[in-house]
């Protein structure tokens, strides 16, 4: 059992940064695949970024050169640094665990979910 919470969001104009962290609970956190998916208000979830235990990445097109993931394993955490951040990037951020051994995109092969964190950029 894996329990995740998001923390980091907040209001930030267009241009600025932030950074989400993902505090997971577990002593297995480091064989997980993490990910960061995001839902605006009327659409779908979608995926932003992924990182597996060894570090390999994979972004969205959207958030491409713009987001960075990373993990600290040491302190059971998972990181979404946001730059050049645009109002379409608004949305709740969720950040999810996998088991699998891949970079996943689909939300679907994500086993736990935080409760979200908030985003909102102005223009």
């Known amino acids: 059992q894996v329990q995740l919470v998001e923390s980091g969001g907040g209001l930030v104009q267009a241009g600025g940064s932030l950074r989400l962290s993902c505090a997971a609970s577990g002593r297995t956190f480091s064989s997980y695949v993490m990910g960061w998916f995001r839902q605006a208000p009327g659409k779908e979830r979608e995926f932003v970024a992924v990182i597996t235990s060894g570090g390999s990445t994979k972004y969205a097109d959207s958030v491409k050169g713009r987001f960075t993931i990373s993990r600290d394993n040491a302190k059971n955490t998972v990181y979404l640094q946001m730059n050049s951040l645009k109002p379409e990037d608004t949305a709740v951020y969720y950040c999810?665990?996998?088991?699998?051994?891949?970079?996943?995109?689909?939300?679907?092969?994500?086993?736990?979910w935080g409760q979200g964190t908030q985003v909102t950029v102005s223009s």
């Open positions: 999810a665990a996998s088991p699998l051994s891949r970079t996943v995109v689909v939300a679907a092969r994500y086993d736990y």
